[in-house]
């Protein structure tokens, strides 16, 4: 990409979300946009189409990474370790969607705010799911989930579970760095409740 249409690119991206942590995005105008870059709207549209060309994009290139880091670094993601016997390692899996989510952690946190476009959780929510399918059915024979509860709220608490842990980083005043949302996220997949609670401490 030629550096001034990438610094224009920059620009756009910053204004989008600048904007968004005030506005919703139905609110926002393409004016609102370039007046934000600092770009005239005529350069706007040589990016893109409108507002939802430009929303599509940022999710659309989020998800492509995404979907290529799920089919290439799930290896040993369904082998089970123990906190408290021998410690836990984490995935390359987790630790690379965590390293994406802090590389574009402004945008991460605008589209899952409360102005953000909850089609795009939706979205990756089902990419995961089918991700983590894929595995149980290379590792069981079938995607078939505990026996003790009914298997959408399994999967419900599968998968909100990893979602509110990166939710609650974006929106945290402070937020740690990736090692320690790995070591989180890692250590939630194998601790209860009730060692959540530290009863059994």
């Known amino acids: 990409m030629h550096k001034k249409s990438a610094e224009t690119e920059a620009s756009i991206k910053a204004a989008f979300v600048d904007l968004l942590q005030t506005k919703t995005f139905e609110k926002i105008s393409v004016r609102d946009l370039s007046v934000r870059a600092g770009i005239n ?49 984490t995935y390359p899996v987790v630790e690379n969607v965590v390293s994406l989510v802090a590389n574009e952690f ?19 929510k089902r990419l995961l799911r089918d991700a983590i399918g894929d595995g149980l059915d290379r590792i069981k024979g079938q995607i078939t989930m505990t026996k003790y509860i009914p298997e959408d709220y399994a999967w419900e608490l599968i998968l909100s579970g990893l979602f ?25 997949r194998f601790l209860s409740p009730y060692d959540l609670l530290g009863i059994r401490e």
């Open 164 to 188: 509110a842990i990166i939710k609650t980083w974006l929106q945290s005043p402070t937020p740690e760095e990736p090692a320690t949302i790995c070591t989180i996220i890692m250590n939630t």
């Open 106 to 124: 402004d945008l991460f946190k605008v589209l899952f705010g409360p102005n953000g476009d909850p089609r795009f959780e939706l979205r990756l």
């Open 41 to 89: 709207r005529g350069t706007f549209y040589l990016h893109y189409v409108d507002k939802y060309d430009l929303l599509t994009q940022y999710e659309d290139r989020l998800v492509a990474t995404i979907t290529k880091l799920l089919a290439t670094n799930l290896t040993g993601t369904m082998t089970y370790q123990s906190v408290k016997t021998n410690g836990i390692y």
